[in-house]
């Protein structure tokens, strides 16, 4: 364990910006050069060493067409009085739901629901279409409900091992084998369950995927983009 903790921590630290650099010159640069395994490259992403590779574990897989029993992750916040809550989902995902769909609702409350509604949302920054659920059990007030809407099994589609799925605040990401390098792309998801994630825009059946470890290379990739922050030379 504690070999696999050094190794992150090498990681992340081989590939920031010297001390004595600036911020704007470590961000505008278009590479970094190698050090103890790791390389950045502006437009092609990071690589390793093959003795970093095996030193933190990294793991790939293909890109699948396989179907996939799925649940559609939902984020709901209770209405108003009562047992109904609302969400917001894609398009990608809005299509595959009807009215009628099974809910599982948990933290901060354990229980099970019903799609009422699903309609074009006017508030396009929260997603593309709000779904209306009614859970069997009272809601509380002014809390997040982390849910899941149960669906049939999908058609084959291209799809991904959840642990390749980086989810951000500015979206899904996955790092895509470019080469030498692991590049950091933006996808579109669909449904997915503990063990799958189906992608519906951005890769296709053939295409190779880090699976372990996507946060680490994140993190990493972070402290490059940031110009060094974590540095502490007062700069």
């Known amino acids: 364990m504690k070999l696999i903790l050094s190794s992150l921590s090498l990681l992340t630290l081989s590939i920031l910006p010297s001390c004595t650099d600036s911020e704007a010159s470590a961000v505008n640069s278009t590479e970094l050069p190698p050090e103890n395994g790791a390389q950045f490259e502006k437009g092609k992403g990071i690589s390793l060493t093959e003795e970093m590779a095996r030193s933190i574990g990294l793991k790939t897989a293909d890109v699948e067409n396989q179907k996939i029993a799925a649940r559609v992750p939902l984020t709901l916040r209770p209405l108003l009085g009562g047992k109904e809550a609302n969400g917001w989902l894609t398009a990608a995902q809005a299509e595959k739901i009807q009215p009628g769909a099974n809910v599982l609702l948990s933290g901060p409350v354990n229980s099970k629901g019903t799609v009422q509604s699903i309609e074009k949302s006017a508030f396009t920054e929260l997603g593309d279409f709000e779904v209306k659920v009614s859970s069997d059990t ?7 409900i ?14 991904i091992p959840s642990s390749a799925l980086l989810s951000t605040v500015e979206g899904y ?44 290379l994140w993190m990493a990739e972070l402290q490059v983009l940031r110009g060094g922050k974590a540095c502490t030379c007062g700069h």
């Open 138 to 144: 009272p809601l509380p007030e002014g809390s997040e």
């Open 146 to 159: 982390q849910s899941a809407i149960l669906l049939d099994e999908t058609e084959a589609a291209a799809s």
């Open 173 to 216: 990401f996955v790092y895509a084998k470019n080469g030498k390098f692991f590049f950091r792309m933006g996808v579109m998801v669909g449904a997915m369950n503990d063990d799958h994630v189906e992608i519906t825009e951005g890769l296709y059946a053939g295409d190779e995927v880090v699976t372990t470890p996507v946060m680490s």
